[in-house]
C-alpha cells in the first residue's frame, strides 16, 4: 500500500487495530432532473495536486513540521471532534509542537478525488501507528476533506472522520449492488424529507450527534437542521444531485456528490450549486448521518 497521510488528528483517538482492504463504488443519483448539476473536473493536474497536499501533510505530521503544516491548513480550518467541539488549527499544531500528538508512520488506502474548480473534496482510508498523550492508538479509520485554492494554492478547509468497525464483509458489502441502492435511496429519501418538510424523517436521518461547521466557523447541530425546517425559517424547494461517490469500510460510508439546489432561507433565494460529503455510520443496523461537509461551488 501506497505511503501517504491521515488529515485529521482528533481521529487519532477513534482508531481501532484492525486491519483490512477499503472498497470503493461509484454511482449515480439524480433526482428533480432538469437542473443544471455541477460535474467534476478529471483533470489529472488538478487530482495529482490535491494528493501531493495529503503526502506532504503526512510527512510533515511525521516530522513534526509545524511550518510546513502550518501552510496545508487554512487559517480557517476547522472540524468538529468527537465530542462535539470545534478543533481548530491552532490546537492541531499545538498537539505537534509539544509532542502530545505524534505520527510515527501511516498508509493510505484508495483516495478518490473530485474538482469543481477552486473547491475540492477528498476522501478514503487511512492506517497508522500513532501515539498520543503517551499512550498507543494506532488503527485504521476514514477520512473527508474540504480543500479550496487560494491564492493559486490548495489548502485544507474543513476535516471529518471516523472510527473503523469491520463486519464480516465490508468488501462484499460495499460492491453488492443493493447496497448502492440502499444509498441512493438514503440520499434521495434525505433530499424528499426536507422538501416536504418532514420532521420525523429528518429526525431518522441525523444521528442526534450530527454536527457541521458553518461558512462563519460556528457549530450547526442536528437541533438546529430540524428548527429551520420546521419554522419555515429554511426551505428546500427542489434539488437534482450529481454524480455521487461512495465509499463503505465496515460500519462507516462517505458519500460524496454536487448538488444543484432551489433553497430560500428567511425568505431569500440562496439557490446554487454545491458540492459535499457526508459520513455516515451504521449504528443498531441503521445507517445515519453524523458529519457533513459543504461548500458553493463558484
Not at 509539544?98 to 493510505?108: Q, T
Not at 491564492?151 to 447496497?179: E, I, M, N
Not at 454524480?243 to 448538488?259: L, W
Request: charged share 25%; glycine share 8%.
Amino acid at each position: 500500500m501506497k505511503k501517504s497521510v491521515f488529515s485529521q488528528w482528533f481521529v487519532a483517538l477513534l482508531l481501532c487495530s484492525t486491519l483490512g482492504w477499503w472498497s470503493s463504488v461509484s454511482i449515480w443519483a439524480a433526482m428533480d432532473k432538469g437542473l443544471n448539476v455541477p460535474s467534476p473536473s478529471n483533470d489529472p493536474t488538478a487530482i495529482a495536486a490535491i494528493k501531493q497536499v495529503g503526502r506532504d501533510m503526512g510527512d510533515a505530521m511525521v516530522a513534526r513540521d509545524i511550518d510546513k503544516l502550518n501552510q496545508i491548513y487554512a487559517d480557517d480550518w476547522a472540524s468538529v471532534g468527537n465530542s462535539g467541539k470545534i478543533v481548530t488549527k491552532d490546537s492541531v499544531l499545538e498537539n505537534f509542537k509539544s509532542g502530545k500528538d505524534k505520527l510515527v508512520s501511516y498508509e493510505l488506502g484508495p483516495i478518490d478525488v473530485q474538482v469543481f474548480g477552486n473547491v475540492a473534496v477528498a476522501h478514503g482510508g487511512v492506517t497508522e501507528k500513532r501515539v498520543r498523550d503517551g499512550k498507543d492508538v494506532s488503527g485504521e479509520s476514514v477520512y473527508m476533506d474540504l480543500l479550496k485554492k487560494r491564492a493559486g494554492k490548495w489548502v485544507v478547509v474543513r476535516s471529518a472522520g471516523a472510527r473503523v468497525v469491520l463486519a464480516d464483509s465490508p468488501k462484499a458489502q460495499s460492491q453488492d449492488p443493493k447496497f448502492v441502492e440502499i444509498m441512493k435511496q438514503f440520499a434521495q429519501d434525505t433530499g424528499n424529507a426536507m422538501v416536504a418538510p418532514d420532521i420525523d424523517k429528518l429526525n431518522q436521518i441525523y444521528s442526534d450527534d450530527w454536527a457541521a461547521i458553518g461558512s462563519s466557523g460556528k457549530i450547526f447541530t442536528k437541533e438546529m437542521l430540524l428548527d429551520d425546517f420546521k419554522s419555515g425559517r429554511h426551505k428546500l424547494v427542489s434539488f437534482e444531485i450529481g454524480p455521487m461517490d461512495v465509499q463503505v469500510r465496515g460500519n462507516v460510508a462517505v458519500v460524496q456528490a454536487s448538488v444543484n439546489e432551489k433553497r430560500i432561507h428567511d425568505g431569500k433565494d440562496i439557490s446554487g450549486q454545491f458540492v459535499f460529503c457526508d459520513l455516515l455510520e451504521n449504528r443498531t443496523g441503521k445507517w445515519v448521518i453524523v458529519r457533513t461537509l459543504g461548500t458553493r461551488v463558484n
